[in-house]
């Protein structure tokens, strides 16, 4: 009895320390306490439920039966919003704290909310090599399911939220990208329901208007119910060399000779400064050596991106096993380097073996628990940005980043870009290697303003014919947003399917200075 009372008076006077202090002290200045005590548990109640629930509808082959009704209900929706007299513009219902965007679309409280609840894995055909899914069916769902029966998806984005409906609807990248594309370039069909209340599939071969435009979209041509998404045969490990790597030059030479070489299935760069990175290479094996298994997704291992440190600290190269399905997460605990800022002492041995099974806090409750404060802090003095160049201009790039922000980590992951007629493609109509530039942290440059030096990073991509991902915080104006992405095939399909009276233009929908 002693220690539950003990126990009650602990909780007690933290309480009476937030009433006094008030709750959005408490939150900026000792986020880690909020996380801790509140967001980790119900992170692991919202995985539960989510795995149970998709298992189980699965294993009862009631997901295509139950797909049909929802499909006829969002239909039977924007009919009614078109009976209406289609006052507003659509979106989905979802919660905007739900998706791992850093936005909050303000958008949902004066849209027409459309709801999608569609979650589930349909189908798995194994003859044809495809996944049939429905668009909130999130990546680790997917992985679970997948590669308990031997396959797995060529391109699988790192983190466990990730919804096929946002990676298709925006973009996804992983460190196969540089064979396989982007993850638009492994989804062979799509279901959207359309502003007239019709059901389309497209194909490269049916409705391949509407499948070149619908990457990138952001949800404003259509609203998608389900894709079809390339399977690959899997094996158990992936095999992983380490290779720390000096000097600028140096580590974009090794980086781009990695990632042309097709041997390697896996390829990715983290970069701790500007002249020092860890280039890691990696092929898929069934056989593992016993000793040098590496388990990194347990929960009391520590943070990936801490270990690959260790070998540039030993300036020693390495080889390792890791098990598929971990090293496919390997950076959602630490939700790549980010959680070092929300939990400091998150990778400490102890916290890790206590408390690691419940790491990371599900970002959309991190973002439903931050407020306004916080969210004013982060976008000033906080970067959370991917940046798409041609691999000819990334030493150029990260000097940019340096000189601009100077944030470290920096995640370097090569992908193939195939021409095409959508948003985005390569200049000329020949493929090209490009690399994703991601920095997410805080900027270590003394003159760093959120806008004006986003500004400067975006004209540098503009400039090299690059992109930026839309998820993250877009300062350009219209004229320099479609002077990146092609808008030619989008903005006649606009037209065509009678867009521009039921969504928002996709610049309106995500950039800032349309948005406030």
């Known amino acids: 009895m002693d220690p539950l009372l003990y126990l009650a008076g602990v909780v007690v006077m933290f309480l009476l320390w937030i009433k006094v202090k008030g709750l959005d002290y408490v939150i900026v200045h000792q986020r880690w306490i909020f996380v801790c005590l509140f967001l980790l548990p119900l992170s692991v109640i919202f995985d539960v439920y989510y795995y149970v629930r998709a298992w189980l509808i699965f294993k009862m082959c009631s997901a ?3 797909h049909d009704q929802r499909v006829r209900d969002i239909q039977r929706q924007v009919r009614e919003w078109r009976k209406e007299g289609s006052k507003t513009y659509m979106c989905t219902g979802r919660p905007g704290w739900l998706t791992v965007s850093l ?54 984005p790192e983190l466990d939220d990730l919804t096929v409906g946002g990676l298709v609807m925006g973009t996804g990248i992983e460190s196969s990208s540089h064979i396989y594309g982007l993850f638009q370039h492994i989804c062979v069909a799509y279901e959207l329901v359309l502003a007239d209340g019709s059901l389309v599939r497209c194909t490269e071969e049916e409705n391949s208007d509407l499948f070149q435009a619908v990457p990138w979209s952001c949800g404003t041509l259509g609203f998608l119910v389900a894709a079809e998404i390339k399977i690959v045969p899997t094996k158990s490990w992936v095999k992983l060399r380490y290779e720390p790597v000096r000097g600028l030059e140096n580590i974009c ?31 898929m094996t069934d056989h593992a050596e016993p000793d040098k298994i590496n388990r990194i997704g347990l929960h009391f291992q520590p943070w990936f991106f801490k270990h690959v440190e260790g ?10 096993y890791i098990p598929l399905r971990q090293y496919y997460h390997r950076h959602t605990r630490s939700i ?7 939990i400091p002492f998150g990778n400490n041995p102890v916290f890790r073996w206590l408390f690691g099974w419940m790491v990371p806090p599900k970002i959309s409750l991190l973002k439903l628990t931050q407020g306004e404060t916080i969210r004013r802090l982060y976008e000033q003095h906080h970067v959370v940005q991917d940046m ?17 922000i100077d944030v470290y980590p920096l995640w370097l992951c090569p992908f193939l870009l195939p021409p095409g007629r959508g948003m985005v493609h390569p200049k000329g109509q ?43 915080d877009v300062y350009m104006d219209r004229e320099e947003f479609w002077e990146m992405f092609d808008g030619q095939l989008y903005h006649r399909l606009r037209e065509e399917l009678g867009c521009k009276e039921a969504f928002p233009e996709v610049y309106d929908k995500i950039c800032k200075s349309a948005r406030h």
């Not at 790549?336 to 929300?342: A, G």
């Open 64 to 66: 295509p039966k139950l």
């Open 103 to 156: 936005r909050v679309g303000k958008y949902k409280k004066t849209h027409k909310n459309i709801m999608i609840n569609m979650m589930d894995i349909l189908e798995v055909d194994t003859k044809r090599q495809v996944v049939r899914v429905e668009p909130l069916a999130n990546m680790g769902q997917v992985t679970a399911l997948l590669n308990s029966i031997g396959w797995t998806l060529p391109v699988l």
């Open 253 to 283: 030479k090794r980086f781009t000779e990695a990632s042309e070489n097709k041997q390697n299935t896996f390829v990715e760069g983290i970069q701790y400064s500007l002249d020092t990175a860890v280039i890691m290479t990696g092929t």
């Open 311 to 320: 070998y540039l600290k030993g300036d020693q190269t390495g080889v390792e």
């Open 336 to 342: 790549f380097w980010e959680l070092q800022d929300i």
């Open 388 to 404: 798409l160049v041609p691999m000819k201009h990334l030493q150029a790039a990260i000097t940019r980043f340096h000189q601009d």
């Open 430 to 472: 020949e493929e090209e290697l490009y690399v994703d530039i991601g920095a997410y942290g805080e900027p270590k440059v003394k003159h760093f303003e959120a806008k004006a030096s986003t500004r400067q990073l975006e004209k540098f991509v503009r400039d090299v014919h690059g992109f930026q991902m839309l998820y993250a």
